[in-house]
């Protein structure tokens, strides 16, 4: 069963800097665009980043200027890199995968667990 296990939340002051990871288990496959979105109390889940598996990417404007995606093809992880953090910026950030495929099977729309990212002011 395939899944992705996302790390490296956490409470952070503000202006500081935290890095996620979503790392897809298994092995044998491959992944394609794969984001990152982020989900405050009483507010939607947004998308925050997200890369192609050519490395296109495309952030929100209110994070463009402060993180940065990037992704491992081999391992079939996707990190972000959150500096200058702001208390608006405190949601649980989940990982998505809009396509997981192996030799004989395909998976869509798959979802991390998410992790808590908390920025103090």
């Known amino acids: 069963q395939v899944q992705l296990v996302e790390s490296g939340g956490g409470l952070v002051q503000t202006g500081g800097s935290l890095r996620l990871s979503c790392a897809a288990s298994?092995?044998?496959?491959?992944?394609?665009?794969m984001g990152w979105y982020r989900q405050a109390p009483g507010k939607q889940r947004e998308l925050v980043a997200r890369?192609?598996?050519?490395?296109?990417?495309n952030l929100a404007d209110s994070v463009k200027d402060r993180f940065t995606i990037s992704r491992d093809n081999v391992k079939n992880t996707v990190y972000l890199q959150m500096n200058s953090l702001k208390p608006e910026d405190t949601a649980v950030y989940y990982c998505?995968?809009?396509?997981?495929?192996?030799?004989?099977?395909?998976?869509?729309?798959?979802w991390g667990q998410g992790t808590q990212v908390t920025v103090s002011s």
């Open positions: 298994g092995s044998a496959f491959s992944t394609n665009v």
């Open positions: 998505n995968a809009d396509r997981i495929w192996g030799s004989t099977w395909t998976k869509y729309n798959v």
């Open positions: 890369i192609t598996r050519g490395g296109n990417t």
